[in-house]
């Protein structure tokens, strides 16, 4: 099977980070045809005889990121191979980057009404947004915004503390976005990171005594725990995430560091299309009671997102040839027509490029429809997958008038990019329960 093992996951850091803007540097003072000099000298040390030239240059390209993007599209059809081949890796990870970036707003309101923000909001940032019913009421009030470069979860948050409404926790899964409706936010710790957003919703430090009668010896005991609910904006698309959160850094405001105890193999959860949050428990030592609050909690949590979705068409359903398109090559291995009203269909799908752990992401990542002959999907009663030496193995089952509406063509939708990474929230200033046994 044509997989390659996954690289080492990257450092998604939080967004919200404060940058001052400095002095403007000799660099940025000096012609715009310099910038480009030095990206065209550091594409052609993409092809340098020294293997060290050659990886520091593409260093130097990586941290230029968008700047130089449009060189190593020119680069990635270059006659020298090297060159080609480390430019077309270039772009595949700017690509990636792509994936874990906020929606971006451009939003200033002046005593606007809440519902005509939260439609601006919603159309830059290329998400969804339901205001009101069916989930609720909806409170119009005014609004004052200044973001002139806003990212989308900070902007929703700031109008609802203005306006008194919040994102509702539950939603119809056959709808996309997010409901937002009249009550109020509430005042939970929140980290932003690119298009998620994570908020503590709860604290627990529980007490607890066993008597052990062998001597009468009594042992007391002190626990704690967070738990933490994930968002995402709609136009995101999580295919798997760690089943728990882990923690990185937290500090009290006594100056204490707090560790969190051992756990064992961390697995992956597959998320379905329908999904649109997480939420999960993160266990610490307990804190000092004297302890007020967490100056600083850092807890990293993994993912894995694909984006730039394609198709592939297979237009003659009696071919068994491969389809072949971009990194991914798919086989129509088997149809069987059981009656007039069902069809079952074998497809096998195989892809030239990293093997996601877990495999089955693979499935989440597919969306195979049946076709008639007016472009209409027909109705998929059934799917059954699971992975071969050559590939994924996906059978379908088919419903349908065939009799007068014979299926004519199969679309098989699949993502171009995949990536994953632990995602890193910050969380500042988060209470702690400070009760103590009687």
């Avoid at 005889?49 to 240059?57: G, Q, T």
């Avoid at 009668?213 to 295919?239: C, G, I, T």
């Avoid at 993160?282 to 302890?291: F, Q, Y």
């Avoid at 007020?292 to 198709?311: F, H, K, S």
Wanted: hydrophobic content about 40%; some cysteine; glycine content about 8%.
């Amino acid at each position: 099977m044509r997989f390659r093992s996954f690289a080492a996951e990257a450092i998604l850091p939080a967004a919200g980070i404060l940058f001052l803007v400095a002095a403007p540097s000799a660099r940025a003072q000096s012609s715009p045809n310099d910038g480009e000099i030095r990206i065209a000298g550091l594409v052609r040390g993409l092809g340098s005889e020294s293997y060290r030239d050659r990886a520091e240059a593409g260093e130097a390209l990586a941290k230029l990121g968008p700047e130089c993007r449009g060189a190593l599209e020119a680069a990635a059809h270059s006659g020298d191979a090297e060159i080609r081949l480390r430019a077309t890796e270039l772009l595949k990870r700017f690509r990636a980057d792509d994936l874990w970036l906020p929606g971006r707003v451009s939003c200033t309101s002046r005593g606007q009404p809440a519902s005509q923000v939260f439609a601006t909001v919603a159309e830059q940032s290329g998400n969804h947004l339901a205001l009101g019913a069916p989930y609720g009421s909806f409170h119009e009030a005014k609004v004052d915004l200044d973001y002139p470069a806003g990212e989308f979860w900070p902007v929703v948050d700031d109008i609802c503390r203005q306006t008194g409404n919040q994102v509702r926790s539950d939603f119809q899964l056959e709808h996309r976005g997010a409901a937002i409706i009249a009550g109020s936010p509430g005042q939970f710790p929140t980290a932003y990171a690119g298009p998620l957003r994570a908020q503590i919703t709860e604290a627990t430090r529980s007490f607890s005594e066993k008597l052990h009668f062998s001597d009468r010896h009594a042992e007391q005991s002190n626990s704690f725990e967070m738990e933490l609910n994930l968002r995402w904006e709609d136009r995101f698309q999580p295919v798997a995430a760690r089943g728990m959160p882990e923690l990185v850094e937290a500090t009290t405001d006594t100056g204490a560091h707090v560790t969190s105890p051992a756990i064992g193999a961390n697995s992956w959860n597959v998320l379905g299309h329908a999904e649109r949050q997480l939420t999960a428990r993160l266990k610490l030592n307990p804190p000092p009671i004297a302890a007020g609050r967490l100056d600083r909690l850092v807890v990293q949590w993994a993912m894995i997102a694909v984006g730039e979705p394609a198709t592939l068409a297979i237009d003659d359903l009696t071919s068994r040839t491969a389809h072949r398109q971009d990194d991914i090559e798919a086989t129509i291995e088997r149809v069987e027509r059981h009656d007039d009203n069902r069809m079952e269909i074998t497809l096998l799908v195989a892809r030239d490029g990293p093997m996601p752990e877990p495999q089955e992401v693979l499935f989440e990542e597919y969306k195979v429809e049946l076709l008639d002959a007016a472009g209409q999907a027909m109705h998929l009663h059934n799917q059954s997958s699971g992975m071969t030496e050559g590939g994924a193995q996906m059978r379908l089952t088919f419903g349908g008038d065939f009799s007068h509406n014979a299926p004519k063509a199969l679309r098989l939708a699949y993502p171009r990019v995949r990536d994953s990474r632990n995602v890193q929230y910050v969380f500042r200033n988060v209470p702690l329960p400070t009760g103590q046994p009687k």
